[in-house]
């Protein structure tokens, strides 16, 4: 965990953190970042996340925030096949004493289906976790749902097996397992720790180079989290 990183964001305006350049997060380490509204509005924070030689996945690719912490997130759309197409998710915790025990489930023909070697994993507190949907599923057409033990924070990124491109996207918090983030717990703005997989090394997700995270006044609600990449 590292120290919170201040900006002023002016009226109509929006300011910029270029992380790359933030000697006190660590290079090539994953990391989460939770972005809060101290004083005045609300604001909206977007992140975005560039992939550069020379690492073998390359792309640009920009996604907001999500606003809400929730224990069940679907993701209607998806892919995993061998050669074709990578698929990961990355799950935060956000709670600075629990651990959170995830499972991953994908839907197919009006069933759920448990997917082999991804249930009750554990994700420790202020911590994240990356897991390779394709190294226990070939699918190429992968609607995914998310649970988890307690609220966290669920990302889908995509990529092409060859060529570049990047797709980032939150996923889709059931409404009944929504919950806001809770201010008095959390005291610091962003979490950094070694990203953990349960996929073998050769198929964990590859470091990209992370460009500048964009703010900008909003009247939205005032905490908002995504992990990355």
């Known amino acids: 965990v590292v120290d919170p990183i201040p900006i002023t964001v002016p009226p109509n305006s929006y300011s910029q953190v270029a992380l790359q350049d933030q000697t006190r997060v660590p290079k090539g380490i994953g990391h989460s970042v939770t972005v809060r509204s101290l004083s005045g509005p609300g604001v909206i924070a977007e992140r975005v996340i560039s ?12 996604a907001l925030g999500a606003p809400l912490q929730a224990t069940n997130w679907l993701f209607a759309d998806g892919s995993a096949v061998a050669n074709t197409s990578a698929e990961f998710v990355t799950i935060f915790n956000p709670s600075p004493d629990t651990v959170a025990r995830v499972s991953v489930a994908a839907l197919a023909q009006g069933q759920s289906l448990a997917i082999d070697q991804l249930q009750n994993i554990e994700v420790q507190p202020a911590a994240r976790l990356t897991l390779e949907l394709g190294a226990h599923i070939n699918r190429p057409d992968l609607t995914v749902m998310v649970s988890t033990s307690s609220p966290t924070v669920v990302e889908r990124v995509l990529y092409p097996a060859a060529g570049s491109g990047i797709s980032l996207s939150p996923g889709m918090p059931l409404a009944d ?17 070694v990203p953990a997989t349960i996929a073998p090394p050769t198929t964990t997700a590859p470091p990209a180079t992370t460009a500048p995270v964009t703010t900008a006044p909003a009247t939205t609600a005032p905490a908002t989290t995504a992990p990355a990449n």
């Open 177 to 193: 397992s929504v919950s806001l983030p809770v201010r008095a717990l959390v005291t610091t703005t962003t979490t950094t720790t």
């Open 51 to 62: 992939g550069v030689a020379p690492a073998p996945r390359r792309g640009y690719g920009p």
